[in-house]
């Protein structure tokens, strides 16, 4: 699976947009994008995954670029109950691929 | 739905004792996963299942470590002898399918104290 690179950290004002980066330039076609979060001590969540285009649910906008080498995961209005570690992850297209956690940002949202 | 449910949520146990931590997956899902997060590593998959057959358990760390899945609403991760360095917090996640298109869902986790 593909590496990515995220900033370690984080900060966003509530209410505002929080625009979080990921690099994965080595993805390959069929690899899909996924996004996790972890609020301390809590199980990592689901957020939003992607393959090539871009895709929005209640939580999240995912922003791919074309040539699929980095993504950014877009809270539209962040809140204190955003903060939280985020994961961007590159999982194999093929059956049988795992989610293989990095280290992620560390998103701070401040009042 | 109730999630996945993992128990307990707490463990606090003595070095070289029997320790035995369980998971109920999402009904209806077949696949599950045991993570194990640590501050030095992160979360590291130690296991998986695919319709109850482990298929990769590389992540295992020794012998000590086991796991099973007997059916498709219970599995248990049970470390014999347990020493202080398995303290961490254990986590199991289910999907619907082995397939990339299907995300996982975590469980709220199990932290293991070994002292």
Redesign the interface.
């Known amino acids: 699976d593909a590496k990515t690179t995220q900033p370690p950290s984080m900060d966003c004002a509530e209410g505002r947009a929080a625009n979080l980066p990921c690099n994965h330039s080595t993805i390959s076609g069929?690899?899909?994008v996924?996004w996790y979060r972890q609020i301390h001590?809590?199980?990592?969540?689901?957020i939003i995954?992607g393959l090539k285009n871009n895709e929005t649910n209640e939580m999240a906008s995912l922003i791919i670029t074309e040539d699929r080498k980095s993504s950014t995961l877009i809270l539209p209005h962040a809140t204190l109950r955003d903060t939280a570690v985020y994961y961007c992850i590159v999982?194999?297209?093929?059956?049988?691929?795992?989610?293989?956690?990095?280290?992620g940002t560390q998103l701070t949202v401040n009042p | 739905d109730a999630g996945?449910i993992q128990s307990p949520r707490h463990e606090v146990t003595e070095m070289g004792q029997e320790v035995t931590l369980r998971c109920k997956p999402i009904s209806g899902h077949n696949s599950l996963?045991w993570?194990r997060q640590t501050m030095m590593r992160?979360?590291e998959?130690l296991i998986?299942f695919?319709n109850n057959v482990p298929?990769?358990d590389s992540g295992m760390p020794e012998d000590r470590f086991s796991a099973k899945m007997p059916n498709a609403s219970f599995s248990t991760l049970k470390i014999q002898p347990s020493e202080p360095r398995d303290s961490a917090?254990y986590?199991c996640?289910s999907s619907l399918?082995?397939?990339?298109?299907y995300?996982?869902?975590?469980?709220?986790?199990t932290r293991l104290t070994v002292v």
């Not at chain 2, 399918?97 to 298109?101: D, L, T």
């Open positions: 069929n690899e899909y996924y001590s809590q199980g990592p969540q689901y995954h999982r194999g297209g093929t059956s049988g691929s795992r989610l293989t956690f990095g280290e | 996945v996963f993570y992160g979360l998959l998986y695919n298929i990769d917090v986590f996640a399918g082995g397939e990339a298109n995300g996982y869902t975590f469980g709220s986790g």
